[in-house]
């Protein structure tokens, strides 16, 4: 496989830019992998994946040896993966630290919590718990579709997540680690 890469890689440098779908079809698949396991998301990692070769195709002229055409993509592909994550965690925590809850009266009295602590407070829930909240508010998934998952009926969800929103409020108030 490396030599047939590496012709592909002489290719396209050469000018021959059609040779780059050889490669793209080659190993789109193993980069879609790694991108799905980075992401959790199909849609994310088929866009990270593009990303990734639209990366390896504009940097293929400092790809110092052409037979190591794959193990070069994955680490762009790693690297990409990496970049994403921070840039969710960035953005996720500055949503944590600019959008306080406000109550039903209209007053801002729930304390602002940073991610670390609400990482960990949410990591103390029962698993159940953690993964309706992970699902419903991090995942945007549907409350049928949660409960058909875990197996609940329509007033057990909302049971399920009223429950787990207020053993996290008391986890988050009290400091409290675990709470199972």
């Known amino acids: 496989m490396a030599c047939c890469d590496a012709n592909l890689v002489r290719a396209v440098l050469d000018g021959d830019r059609s ?19 980075a992401t959790g998301d199909l849609a994310s990692a088929q866009d990270l ?22 193990g070069w993509l994955v680490g762009i592909a790693r690297n990409q993966c ?12 500055e949503y944590v ?23 960990a407070a949410v990591r103390s829930l029962p698993d159940r718990e953690r993964l309706a909240l992970h699902a419903f508010y991090l995942q ?24 787990a929103r207020q053993r996290l409020a008391r986890v988050l108030q009290d400091g409290r680690e675990d709470v199972r």
Do not use: M
């Not at 040779?19 to 396991?37: E, F, K, S, T």
């Not at 990734?52 to 504009?58: D, I, K, L, T």
């Not at 406000?102 to 609400?118: F, Q």
């Open 19 to 37: 040779a780059y779908a050889g490669l793209y079809d080659r190993h789109a698949p193993l980069i879609r992998a790694i991108c799905h396991d």
């Open 49 to 70: 994946a593009q990303e990734v070769f639209v990366r390896a195709y504009c940097r293929l002229g400092t790809l110092r040896d052409p037979h190591r055409f794959a």
């Open 82 to 93: 990496r970049d994403w994550l921070r840039q969710r965690a960035r953005d996720r925590h």
């Open 97 to 119: 630290e600019q959008v306080p809850e406000v109550a039903a009266d209209g007053n801002c009295n729930v304390e602002i919590h940073t991610l670390a602590e609400l990482t």
């Open 140 to 163: 945007g998934e549907s409350a049928e579709a949660i409960r058909v998952v875990l197996g609940l009926s329509k007033a057990g969800i909302y049971r399920l997540l009223e429950r």
